[in-house]
Protein backbone atom coordinates (compact mmCIF):
# COMPACT_ATOMS: atom_id res chain seq x y z
CA UNK A 1 0.00 0.00 0.00
CA UNK A 2 1.54 3.39 -1.21
CA UNK A 3 1.51 6.55 0.85
CA UNK A 4 -1.51 7.86 -1.62
CA UNK A 5 -3.64 5.34 -0.62
CA UNK A 6 -2.67 5.56 3.12
CA UNK A 7 -3.62 9.23 3.24
CA UNK A 8 -3.53 11.11 0.19
CA UNK A 9 -4.31 14.42 1.71
CA UNK A 10 -1.40 15.03 4.08
CA UNK A 11 2.21 16.54 2.20
CA UNK A 12 4.30 13.14 2.90
CA UNK A 13 7.29 15.48 1.87
CA UNK A 14 6.40 17.13 5.25
CA UNK A 15 6.29 14.34 7.60
CA UNK A 16 9.85 13.41 6.35
CA UNK A 17 11.29 16.62 6.58
CA UNK A 18 10.17 16.72 10.26
CA UNK A 19 11.12 12.51 10.68
CA UNK A 20 14.88 13.78 9.84
CA UNK A 21 14.91 16.88 11.85
CA UNK A 22 13.77 14.75 14.50
CA UNK A 23 16.47 11.99 14.31
CA UNK A 24 19.51 14.45 13.77
CA UNK A 25 18.51 16.00 17.39
CA UNK A 26 20.73 14.28 20.34
CA UNK A 27 18.10 12.58 22.47
CA UNK A 28 18.53 9.67 25.07
CA UNK A 29 18.92 7.20 21.80
CA UNK A 30 21.79 8.71 20.47
CA UNK A 31 23.60 9.05 23.80
CA UNK A 32 23.11 5.99 24.77
CA UNK A 33 24.39 4.17 21.71
CA UNK A 34 27.41 5.99 21.38
CA UNK A 35 27.61 5.16 25.03
CA UNK A 36 27.69 1.65 24.14
CA UNK A 37 30.12 1.62 21.14
CA UNK A 38 32.75 3.97 23.34
CA UNK A 39 32.59 1.29 26.38
CA UNK A 40 32.34 -1.80 24.13
CA UNK A 41 33.08 -0.63 20.69
CA UNK A 42 31.62 -0.63 16.83
CA UNK A 43 29.91 -4.13 17.17
CA UNK A 44 28.47 -3.60 20.72
CA UNK A 45 27.06 -0.15 19.04
CA UNK A 46 25.52 -1.40 16.24
CA UNK A 47 23.88 -4.69 18.49
CA UNK A 48 22.52 -1.63 20.40
CA UNK A 49 20.80 0.12 17.91
CA UNK A 50 19.27 -2.55 15.86
CA UNK A 51 18.03 -3.63 19.74
CA UNK A 52 16.76 -0.25 20.10
CA UNK A 53 15.26 0.00 16.53
CA UNK A 54 13.20 -3.08 17.83
CA UNK A 55 12.60 -1.53 20.89
CA UNK A 56 11.23 1.16 19.02
CA UNK A 57 8.80 -0.58 16.65
CA UNK A 58 7.29 -2.15 19.70
CA UNK A 59 5.36 1.25 20.77
CA UNK A 60 5.03 1.48 17.58
CA UNK A 61 2.55 -1.34 17.18
CA UNK A 62 1.79 -0.54 21.00
CA UNK A 63 0.42 2.61 19.54
CA UNK A 64 -1.38 1.51 16.45
CA UNK A 65 -3.46 -0.64 18.79
CA UNK A 66 -3.86 1.35 21.52
CA UNK A 67 -1.95 -0.07 24.56
CA UNK A 68 0.39 3.36 24.76
CA UNK A 69 -2.51 5.39 25.16
CA UNK A 70 -4.20 3.51 28.04
CA UNK A 71 -0.18 2.77 29.92
CA UNK A 72 -0.16 6.89 29.40
CA UNK A 73 -3.77 7.33 30.47
CA UNK A 74 -2.97 5.36 33.54
CA UNK A 75 -0.42 7.31 36.36
CA UNK A 76 0.64 3.67 38.04
CA UNK A 77 1.22 1.83 34.53
CA UNK A 78 3.61 4.72 33.33
CA UNK A 79 5.03 4.88 36.47
CA UNK A 80 6.23 1.38 36.73
CA UNK A 81 7.26 1.05 33.18
CA UNK A 82 9.08 4.24 33.66
CA UNK A 83 10.66 2.97 36.82
CA UNK A 84 11.55 -0.52 35.52
CA UNK A 85 13.99 1.41 32.34
CA UNK A 86 15.31 3.50 34.82
CA UNK A 87 16.67 0.63 36.90
CA UNK A 88 17.50 -1.12 34.30
CA UNK A 89 19.52 1.43 32.71
CA UNK A 90 21.13 2.23 36.01
CA UNK A 91 21.87 -1.71 36.56
CA UNK A 92 23.45 -1.02 32.51
CA UNK A 93 25.14 1.45 33.69
CA UNK A 94 26.98 0.64 36.97
CA UNK A 95 27.78 -3.49 35.10
CA UNK A 96 29.68 -1.31 32.15
CA UNK A 97 31.95 0.81 35.16
CA UNK A 98 32.37 -3.07 37.04
CA UNK A 99 33.47 -4.08 33.87
CA UNK A 100 35.56 -1.18 32.74
CA UNK A 101 38.93 -2.82 34.00
CA UNK A 102 38.86 -5.36 31.61
CA UNK A 103 39.77 -3.72 28.00
CA UNK A 104 39.47 -6.12 25.12
CA UNK A 105 39.53 -4.16 22.10
CA UNK A 106 36.79 -5.38 20.39
CA UNK A 107 33.54 -6.48 21.79
CA UNK A 108 33.50 -10.67 23.12
CA UNK A 109 32.13 -11.76 19.56
CA UNK A 110 28.65 -13.23 19.07
CA UNK A 111 27.88 -13.27 22.66
CA UNK A 112 28.87 -9.88 23.50
CA UNK A 113 26.36 -8.64 20.37
CA UNK A 114 23.87 -10.51 21.05
CA UNK A 115 23.76 -9.10 24.70
CA UNK A 116 23.69 -5.89 23.22
CA UNK A 117 21.47 -6.05 21.18
CA UNK A 118 18.97 -7.48 24.18
CA UNK A 119 19.79 -4.85 26.48
CA UNK A 120 19.18 -2.58 23.63
CA UNK A 121 15.52 -3.58 23.25
CA UNK A 122 14.64 -3.62 26.61
CA UNK A 123 16.10 0.01 27.12
CA UNK A 124 14.20 0.94 24.43
CA UNK A 125 10.55 -0.99 24.67
CA UNK A 126 10.85 -0.12 28.94
CA UNK A 127 10.65 3.86 28.17
CA UNK A 128 7.21 5.36 28.06
CA UNK A 129 9.13 8.84 26.71
CA UNK A 130 9.36 6.64 23.57
CA UNK A 131 5.78 5.87 23.59
CA UNK A 132 4.59 9.31 24.70
CA UNK A 133 6.64 10.69 21.57
CA UNK A 134 4.82 8.33 19.00
CA UNK A 135 1.90 9.22 20.14
CA UNK A 136 2.56 13.25 19.89
CA UNK A 137 3.78 13.53 16.68
CA UNK A 138 2.66 10.63 14.13
CA UNK A 139 -1.16 11.44 14.55
CA UNK A 140 -0.57 14.92 13.32
CA UNK A 141 0.20 13.05 10.06
CA UNK A 142 -3.23 10.89 10.11
CA UNK A 143 -5.95 10.98 7.87
CA UNK A 144 -9.11 9.91 9.68
CA UNK A 145 -11.05 10.12 6.32
CA UNK A 146 -8.17 7.37 4.52
CA UNK A 147 -9.54 4.50 7.32
CA UNK A 148 -6.89 1.79 8.50
CA UNK A 149 -5.95 4.54 11.17
CA UNK A 150 -3.58 1.85 12.97
CA UNK A 151 -2.20 0.86 9.78
CA UNK A 152 -1.09 4.92 9.36
CA UNK A 153 0.19 4.94 12.96
CA UNK A 154 2.95 1.65 12.24
CA UNK A 155 3.77 2.89 8.56
CA UNK A 156 4.61 5.93 9.97
CA UNK A 157 6.29 4.75 12.96
CA UNK A 158 8.35 2.37 10.69
CA UNK A 159 9.71 5.27 9.11
CA UNK A 160 10.84 7.25 11.38
CA UNK A 161 12.45 4.78 13.76
CA UNK A 162 14.01 3.58 9.90
CA UNK A 163 15.41 7.55 10.21
CA UNK A 164 16.19 7.32 13.69
CA UNK A 165 18.37 3.89 13.29
CA UNK A 166 20.51 5.94 10.31
CA UNK A 167 21.39 8.80 12.45
CA UNK A 168 22.74 6.20 15.35
CA UNK A 169 24.95 4.61 12.97
CA UNK A 170 26.08 7.95 12.15
CA UNK A 171 27.30 8.42 15.92
CA UNK A 172 28.27 4.79 16.13
CA UNK A 173 31.15 5.72 12.97
CA UNK A 174 31.70 8.53 14.83
CA UNK A 175 32.26 7.08 18.35
CA UNK A 176 34.46 4.01 16.62
CA UNK A 177 36.83 6.11 15.48
CA UNK A 178 37.11 7.75 18.29
CA UNK A 179 37.41 5.08 20.10
CA UNK A 180 40.09 3.43 18.11
CA UNK A 181 42.41 6.31 17.84
CA UNK A 182 42.42 5.20 21.86
CA UNK A 183 43.08 1.32 21.90
CA UNK A 184 46.80 1.48 22.08
CA UNK A 185 45.89 3.98 25.71
CA UNK A 186 44.48 1.27 28.09
CA UNK A 187 44.65 3.34 31.08
CA UNK A 188 42.33 6.16 28.66
CA UNK A 189 39.95 3.50 27.41
CA UNK A 190 39.53 2.19 31.27
CA UNK A 191 38.33 5.87 32.22
CA UNK A 192 36.49 6.28 29.24
CA UNK A 193 34.19 2.90 29.77
CA UNK A 194 33.86 4.12 33.31
CA UNK A 195 32.22 7.68 31.76
CA UNK A 196 30.46 5.60 29.76
CA UNK A 197 28.55 4.02 32.22
CA UNK A 198 28.22 6.91 34.68
CA UNK A 199 26.46 8.51 31.65
CA UNK A 200 23.91 5.25 31.05
CA UNK A 201 23.30 5.46 34.74
CA UNK A 202 22.90 9.00 34.41
CA UNK A 203 20.04 8.06 31.70
CA UNK A 204 18.50 6.04 34.03
CA UNK A 205 18.20 8.92 36.11
CA UNK A 206 16.86 11.16 33.89
CA UNK A 207 14.17 8.24 33.18
CA UNK A 208 13.01 7.88 36.58
CA UNK A 209 12.60 11.81 37.45
CA UNK A 210 10.72 11.95 33.52
CA UNK A 211 6.89 13.03 34.53
CA UNK A 212 4.06 11.60 32.94
CA UNK A 213 2.82 13.91 29.90
CA UNK A 214 -0.62 15.77 30.29
CA UNK A 215 -3.54 13.71 28.81
CA UNK A 216 -6.81 15.17 27.28
Known sequence: ??????????????????????AAVPGPGIFYVAAKTLSGGRRAGIASTFGTALGGL??????????????????????????????????????????????????TGAIGFRRAFREGIVVEA?????AAFFLAFIPQFLEPAAGHAALQ??????????????????????????????????????????GSGLFIAGLGISLALARRPATS
Open 126 to 130: LNPKT
Open 58 to 107: VHVVAGGIGVSAIILASAQLFTMLKLAGALYLIWLGIRTIREAGHLPTEP
Open 153 to 194: FMTLGLISVTFNTFADVIVIVAASAARAGLVRRPHLVQRLRQ
Open 1 to 22: MGFAALNPSYDISLFLLAAVVI
